[in-house]
């Protein structure tokens, strides 16, 4: 199954002030996912980040707020932008197919303060 | 919307004890998916179950998907302090993979 690498693992930042998570893969896999876990809430998949073309985001998320880059088959940032308390959260990287089981990273834990 | 909903949300057991934690959806489901997390870690897959009626064992643990493909249980022997962790169901559709909210275990020494 793929490593996973993601980082940071945990920040703390203020409010109006952006994040990116980088995510690393020690294979190339054509599919990597991106998910917030809200406190008490289920995995949230924000988009999907597609090589060579933009990411597709969910409903509820847009390209402005979460940007996204894939640079290559074993690479994938999310920036979390203009961050408000609201964005505190666990963001999860995986790998996988739509609707196969999925492999995650160990998250990004972030606060906003 | 497909929604999965997950119970007991919480549950706090000591060791030894037996458990069953729940999936269930309106939905149908091609498979459902378990897997656990602890804590600083990412949800890591234990099973896959794709049959309706479908009973899986991973050591002490049963996994049994409903004849409908619309619910699961997840039953746990003998629970160890090991087992501590969230566990989460996931339903997949042709291309969607819908998460529960989870049941968070606690086994106490």
């Known amino acids: 199954s793929a490593v996973i690498s993601q980082k940071p693992s945990r920040d703390i930042c203020q409010r109006g002030t952006s994040l990116t998570i980088q995510c690393q893969v020690d294979s190339q896999v054509t599919m990597m996912f991106w998910y917030r876990q809200q406190p008490g809430q289920s995995l949230t998949l924000i988009a999907t980040a597609n090589q060579g073309s933009e990411a597709t985001y969910e409903s509820g998320f847009v390209i402005d707020k979460f940007p996204i880059s894939r640079p290559n088959l074993t690479f994938s940032t999310l920036t979390v932008s203009n961050l408000s308390p609201e964005d505190s959260s666990i963001y999860l990287c995986s790998v996988g197919k739509r609707g196969s089981p999925l492999h995650f990273g160990n998250g990004t834990r972030l606060t906003v303060t | ?109």
């Open chain 2, 1 to 109: 919307t497909q929604l999965l909903e997950q119970s007991p949300q919480f549950l706090s057991i000591q060791e030894g004890e037996n458990l069953t934690v729940y999936c269930n959806s309106s939905s149908v489901f091609s498979s459902l998916q378990w897997y656990r997390q602890e804590p600083g870690e990412g949800p890591v897959l234990l099973v896959t179950v794709v049959t309706g009626g479908e009973v899986k064992k991973l050591k002490r643990l049963t996994f049994q998907f409903g004849d409908a493909r619309k619910d699961s249980s997840l039953h746990i022997t003998a629970a160890q302090p090991g087992d501590t962790g969230l566990y989460l169901c996931a339903g997949a559709g042709y291309s969607t993979l819908t998460f529960g909210k989870g049941t968070m275990l606690l086994v106490s020494p």
